[in-house]
């Protein structure tokens, strides 16, 4: 800022951060379906098969290691869909997320999931189909290996040693220097899109 001078227009961003790479993405299909498979047992249907998405009701997409992703099976947008738009699948998205929140690591008894988001919260527009449905962070703060649940012993999975090119992975932590007002939210949270703006008015001011 001080190289610059009073009238320099900084922003700089630094990130992403590293941490340890710790993620659960590897086993949460298998997780999701254990939890489907459960609830078919209580309510005494048969069960779906891992591969039979004809009954499946969620399962989860390739994603990065700080979130796994995870589709609904919805009607008239999967190739298989069962699950209705509106009542059917805002009651499937509360059953999932909790079940979800009941898996824990194993070792030290507390949740593997830091925060669950749904797309529809924070997204819209005519793409938005070709996202998932839900993220979930996964609690980095230890180790995980191995998942269980004090509710189904049936979701007791030891994660498979994966090979890696690295023992590190980025996180969702950064840094924004700037002289500018790059906030437009109230709520005080800073989003990227926030950046992004703050850059493209610069580059528009300084044209005309």
């Not at 998205?93 to 030290?108: Q, Y």
């Not at 449905?133 to 049936?154: A, C, G, H, M, T």
């Not at 939210?185 to 800073?190: A, F, I, N, P, Y």
Request: charged content about 25%; aromatic content about 6%; hydrophobic content about 40%.
């Amino acid at each position: 800022m001080e190289a610059g001078g009073d009238n320099a227009n900084l922003v700089m961003v630094a990130g992403l951060s590293m941490q340890s790479k710790i993620s659960c993405n590897s086993i949460l299909d298998q997780m999701l379906w254990e939890i489907d498979v459960y609830d078919s047992r209580k309510a005494w249907q048969s069960f779906p098969g891992k591969d039979d998405f004809e009954q499946r009701r969620f399962f989860a997409v390739p994603h990065n290691n700080l979130s796994g992703a995870i589709r609904l099976n919805l009607k008239n947008r999967e190739a298989k869909g069962n699950i209705s738009k509106g009542q059917e699948y805002d009651e499937t998205i509360v059953l999932l997320k909790g079940r979800l929140l009941e898996l824990v690591n194993s070792e030290t008894g507390e949740r593997i999931i830091s925060e669950i988001i749904l797309i529809a919260d924070d997204y819209s527009g005519s793409e938005i189909s070709q996202l998932p449905d839900l993220f979930v962070l996964w609690n980095r703060q230890k180790p995980i290996s191995e998942v269980s649940s004090q509710y189904f012993d049936s979701i007791r999975i030891r994660i498979r040693e994966v090979l890696e090119t690295r023992s590190g992975d980025h996180v969702a932590k950064a840094a924004l220097y700037s002289n500018l007002q790059v906030m437009t939210s109230d709520t005080g949270k800073l989003n990227a899109e926030d950046i992004s703006s703050c850059i493209m008015s610069l580059i528009t001011n300084s044209s005309r």
